[in-house]
């Protein structure tokens, strides 16, 4: 939801002068009407947003407790156990979907095993940390030399600027460093990924003067 507004803010700076206020008004109302009915209808869902939202009040509140803080919430050493597992096998990675079992046995050896039980999932939970320890720094630079290249051809492109700008944030949206995410060699998380590439790139062809 975050990132989903964060991408909309983007959106309607970069095409301001093409939105007519009205629709302006009614697609927001629409989008946070459906996010308020999804999350009041879902125990799971609006639990996780509200501990997620108390996890910003303790840190806003007592930012010395910060690292008891994250270290309930996890997602901090779950992201660093990627870079934990990457210092075992920097050149290539522990390998693909190898995570699960080397995150134990980095533990295990270099602090306390009970501490896997904090750090270590299935994934790391972030795109980035996944496969720098999966693939190491040769997986990654060519992950990011894809993304690169992906957001150049954009700028290439026969388009307005607003238009450049809005598709290559798009892709930058869509892989945003920070975000915590599902497994990037999971086929189901994978399937998402590319679909919505796919959609982007077709957006941009399509829309190309020629």
């Not at 989903?4 to 302006?24: A, E, M, N, P, T």
């Not at 910060?66 to 870079?83: A, C, E, I, P, W």
């Amino acid at each position: 939801f975050l990132l989903c507004s964060f991408y909309l803010f983007f959106f309607f700076i970069f095409l301001f002068k093409k939105i007519v206020f009205r629709d302006f008004i009614i697609f927001l109302t629409f989008f946070f009407i459906t996010f308020f009915i999804s999350l009041n209808s879902y125990d799971r869902l609006k639990a996780r947003y509200d501990f997620f939202f108390q996890y910003i009040a303790d840190i806003a509140s007592s930012p010395k407790e910060l690292r008891q803080s994250v270290t309930q919430y996890n997602y901090y050493d779950l992201f660093k156990s990627g870079v934990d597992v990457w210092k075992t096998n920097k050149i290539f990675g522990v390998g693909v979907r190898n995570y699960r079992n080397a995150c134990k046995d980095f533990y295990s050896i270099n602090t306390d095993i009970s501490k896997s039980s904090i750090s270590c999932d299935t994934h790391p939970h972030n795109l980035y940390s996944e496969i720098l320890a999966e693939t190491g720094l040769i997986g990654l630079s060519l992950f990011l030399l894809f993304l690169l290249i992906l957001i150049y051809s954009c700028f290439k492109k026969n388009l307005k600027k607003e238009e450049k700008l809005l598709i290559a944030f798009s892709i930058i949206w869509l892989f945003w460093p920070l975000a915590s995410t599902g497994s990037y060699f999971n086929n189901h998380n994978s399937t998402i990924i590319w679909y919505l590439l796919g959609f982007i790139l077709y957006n941009r062809d399509i829309n190309e003067k020629i």
